[in-house]
């Protein structure tokens, strides 16, 4: 159940990066047209790793009532996908 979750979240922070990413107005306001492929995804990484570290971050919110296995296995599967993604 947890796994199920989790990957749930993961989903809806990239699904919402890319939402966000796609939109008229922050292409204009970030000005992606005039910026290379790369720096370009770069951004987008970005946007995915903020929307992950803020459902982090939910997830920590002591009101919400959220088990420590979804919160530890939710952070090991990001700090998974950080390394991944830029070697670290």
């Not at 890319?18 to 370009?40: D, I, N, P, V």
């Not at 939910?58 to 009532?65: F, H, Q, T, W």
Request: overall charge neutral.
């Amino acid at each position: 159940m947890v796994e199920v979750t989790a990957a749930g979240l993961s989903q809806a922070a990239a699904a919402s990066a890319y939402e966000l990413f796609c939109g008229k107005e922050f292409r204009a306001m970030a000005r992606l047209e005039r910026l290379s492929h790369g720096e370009r995804d770069r951004i987008f990484n970005e946007l995915v790793v903020a929307f992950l570290v803020l459902i982090m971050l939910l997830l920590e919110a002591p009101d919400l009532r959220v088990s420590r296995e979804l919160r530890n296995y939710f952070a090991d599967q990001t700090n998974g996908f950080l390394r991944r993604t830029w070697n670290i």
